[in-house]
């Protein structure tokens, strides 16, 4: 390696994306004294594991684990979340329903005036909604299914809990999908046999020695690798300062492909190959009819190991139904690639081995599920899946996917569901002829339009009427789009719950507010490195919880008590004796692989670690021996045409990848001479989605006039009038927003970025309202994917700004509520 650490660090500040680590937490090395006062305990997160001193009662002071050699600066971030303003301090239940309940004024939900109550009363209240629903309507009435990212550790994971009290209650309403890869794991499987997502990609080792070309596609993995499933360890950050030097020693090629200049181009020094928005697979296309045409596709590979080549080549070459043949010339049109730069593309990824890492943002569009297939196909073409630096992945920016995995086992979880079917009170699981099981992004469109008959994944789901919704440690009114029609449907619930530490808007939208605690006020357990098993690691309790906060197993342990199934729920075990039960079952998973020591010392030595893993090619058994290793396919090839997706008959995902126009899209697209700019919400730089936002002063260090940013072009924003660090008013048809302006080279004409996990803070709680501190939701479309996948389309949005004049409206998304007497 011919770059230090030292260089890595130097080299991420130098860049225009903010840095990765913060300046307070570089010296690793250092350890407590032995006169600190106060207590060194160790805990993790999704940000990484870390060692706190607790003096007082209190955290003093955070510094990263030692194991971790690239900390994200997020972990300062975590003191503000342990002690944010606005915690949940008690029970809480909105005024008007207090008085009404189920029969409250529901347009007056979300004025966040809110009442006190006692726990018990707010458990009883919470039963007393279960009971109501499941005997006057039935199990189709109640959704008790939406999760999120939760908290880490294994014990109170918050969605098990919920949903294992609520199903020992009594059937509901379940979702099936992810806001974060919705499209793509639903059209993988179809494509190359599993979500690939979520999967183990080939090792980071085998890509450096290997790779001539690394194609990032809307991918920036020094942004996204901050964070992880679990604790996250930061490997990976160990390769990409290896790719650095490769770069810069011209050993490998990298270029990112993307409408903006990543934070990873920026850090790598790599080359940007720009594209219009939304326009991935025209240039995809163009690249495939240039390596049909110049014959530089593998014939060989796909003959061996792919399917339907021969069905989508006619498309290409404009033999197909449409009659259009998709030359670099029809895609320069669209997407804003030279004809020319198109084919040398295409010529460079043909004449070496080439590793194409896809990113997810790429697939939360309308036709999301497009770019992932067209991508595969693309790779198949080039004859390079199962190679060693070779192929495709669309998961490298995610949980240090790509580090070796060392092939320990992790421990367990709290279970998710009753241990019996017969532990439910209410047997009841009549739907009525509504669906059970919904796509996650649909449950607005259910509780609107109930009844209502839709397409999804080959299925036929009828929406619904859902009465009563429950959401433990999720924040739907950051995940979800187009916060108006939200409003709209809040309006028809009779009863919503929510149980959170801090004050989300979801909580802010509901009728019973309920206090968990965070991850750090209690004992847990967590895998360290999801993908690269590198450890054990115990999340010890820094303090005891705040306020009248509570874990969610003593939450939902009460909700079970309510019903007789205490002893059921718990299977008669506390917080310790159930850490204790993960961290032994671990033990004997290992046993014979993995020495580990017994619980004592494991507790007190903090963590245990497994050491590294040997290197993996993703696909290579299957390149060996594609019928021993069949993929998860229907024909167990590669499928470049799905014969059963095109038995479907929708005419918005058909047999092969296509080009199909957008809803709206800027550069030319539909709806751009009204709103020019497409606005992009990707993942946050220094957020996990609205984790970490009511972190007050790691939020200063980049809130703008208290607002979220908006990172624009510079042209643009002098044709508006508008100044670095200026206020803009941020609107479409949907929404509008207060967001403080960030002028960026990074971003070109017509591109503007508000970060998603902005908490949405509206003026008041009627519809159309501004946000008053910048949630791009406010603005985004609620139409789904496709009728395959019916995911989230977040990135299919465009809008226009404004300088903000006059006397700006005070933010209103922190603190907490309106107690009434």
Avoid at 695 to 722: C, H, L, M, W
Wanted: net charge neutral; proline share 5%; aromatic share 12%.
């Amino acid at each position: 390696m011919s770059i230090s650490r030292r260089s890595f660090l130097k080299g991420i500040v130098a860049t225009s994306a903010a840095t990765l680590v913060g300046p307070g937490l570089l010296n690793v090395a250092k350890a407590a004294t032995a006169d600190s006062a106060g207590q060194w305990k160790v805990s993790g997160s999704h940000w990484g594991a870390f060692r706190a001193r607790v003096y007082a009662g209190k955290v003093q002071e955070i510094k990263p684990f030692e194991a971790d050699k690239y900390p994200t600066e997020m972990l300062n971030g975590i003191k503000g979340i342990i002690y944010s303003p606005s915690r949940i301090r008690y029970p809480m239940v909105r005024y008007d329903w207090y008085l009404k309940r189920h029969k409250s004024d529901t347009t007056l939900r979300g004025d966040n005036r809110f009442i006190r109550v006692t726990w018990d009363e707010a458990i009883d209240l919470f039963y007393q909604e279960l009971e109501r629903v499941q005997t006057q309507y039935g199990p189709w009435a109640l959704h008790a299914g939406q999760t999120g990212w939760r908290q880490t550790g294994q014990v109170h994971s918050c969605g098990n809990h919920m949903e294992r009290a609520i199903s020992m209650h009594g059937y509901s309403v379940k979702k099936v999908g992810d806001y974060s890869t919705g499209a793509g794991q639903t059209i993988m499987p179809y494509v190359l046999g599993t979500t690939e997502v979520y999967a183990q990609g080939t090792s980071w080792p085998l890509i450096l020695e290997n790779s001539k070309t690394i194609i990032l596609w809307a991918n920036d993995p020094v942004k996204n690798l901050q964070v992880g499933w679990n604790c996250e360890t930061h490997e990976s950050f160990a390769f990409l300062e290896q790719l650095k030097a490769k770069v810069a020693n011209k050993e490998i090629r990298v270029i990112s492909v993307d409408p903006v200049k990543t934070k990873t181009q920026n850090y790598l020094d790599c080359e940007h190959k720009y594209i219009n928005p939304q326009t991935d697979v025209p240039f995809m296309l163009a690249i495939a009819h240039t390596l049909y045409k110049e014959k530089l596709y593998d014939k060989k590979f796909l003959d061996t190991y792919a399917l339907g080549f021969e069905d989508f080549i006619p498309y290409v070459t404009g033999e197909g139904k449409d009659k259009v043949e998709k030359t670099p010339e029809w895609a320069e049109a669209i997407c804003g690639v030279k004809a020319d730069e198109i084919r040398d593309f295409a010529r460079l990824m043909a004449k070496h081995r080439t590793q194409m890492l896809f990113g997810w943002a790429i697939q939360r569009q309308q036709h999301g599920e497009q770019p992932y297939w067209m991508g595969a196909v693309v790779a198949a073409m080039l004859g390079q899946i199962g190679l060693p630096g070779g192929g495709i992945s669309y998961a490298h920016h995610y949980s240090s996917i790509g580090v070796p995995s060392t092939g320990a086992a992790g421990p367990g979880a709290f279970p998710r569901n009753p241990d019996k079917p017969d532990d439910r009170i209410h047997k009841n699981n009549d739907f009525k002829g509504y669906s059970s099981t919904i796509p996650v992004a649909r449950w607005v469109d259910a509780i609107i339009e109930p009844g209502k008959v839709i397409n999804a994944n080959g299925a036929k789901i009828t929406l619904p009427d859902i009465k009563m919704m429950v959401f433990s440690g999720c924040n739907p009114w950051h995940h979800h789009q187009d916060r108006n029609r939200m409003k709209q449907a809040f309006h028809k619930l009779e009863t919503v719950v929510a149980v959170d530490f801090t004050w989300t808007a979801t909580c802010r939208f509901s009728d019973i507010v309920l206090p968990a605690c965070t991850q750090w006020e209690r004992n847990d357990i967590d895998l360290y490195g999801s993908y690269s098993g590198r450890g054990i690691i115990a999340m010890q309790k820094l303090v005891d919880p705040l306020y009248q906060s509570k874990t969610d197993f003593e939450i939902f342990t009460m909700l079970a008590r309510r019903f007789g199934k205490e002893k059921e729920y718990t299977q008669g075990k506390g917080e310790m004796a159930w850490v204790k039960e993960l961290y032994d079952g671990c033990v004997a998973a290992n046993k014979g692989k993995f020495e580990m020591p017994d619980f004592a010392k494991f507790w007190q030595d903090g963590w245990v670690d497994f050491g590294t893993g040997p290197n993996w090619t993703r696909q290579a058994d299957f390149r060996k021996d594609p019928e021993i290793n069949a993929l998860g396919t229907p024909s167990g090839f590669i499928e470049i045409f799905s014969r059963k997706i095109d038995r479907y008959g929708y005419e918005d995902c058909q047999g092969h990848p296509m080009w199909f126009e957008k809803a709206e899209r800027s550069h030319g697209g539909p709806g751009s001479d009204k709103h020019p700019i497409w606005l992009q919400s990707c993942h946050p730089n220094k957020r996990l989605h609205s984790q970490m936002c009511d972190s007050e002063e790691f939020r200063a260090t980049y809130a703008v006039q208290g607002r979220e940013p908006i990172y624009i072009n510079a042209g643009d924003a002098k044709a508006r009038g508008i100044n670095d660090g200026d206020l803009v008013r941020v609107y479409n048809d949907r929404g509008q927003l207060l967001a403080g302006a960030v002028i960026s080279e990074n971003f070109p004409p017509g591109v503007a970025r508000i970060e998603e996990g902005a908490w949405y803070g509206p003026t008041d709680n009627t519809i159309g309202a501004i946000d008053t501190y910048g949630d791009p939701n406010t603005l985004t479309l609620d139409k789904g994917s496709s009728q395959l996948a019916q995911a989230t389309s977040a990135n299919t949005c465009i809008v226009n700004y404004e300088k903000f004049t006059g006397e700006a409206p005070a933010v209103t998304s922190f603190g907490g509520p309106k107690e009434m007497a």
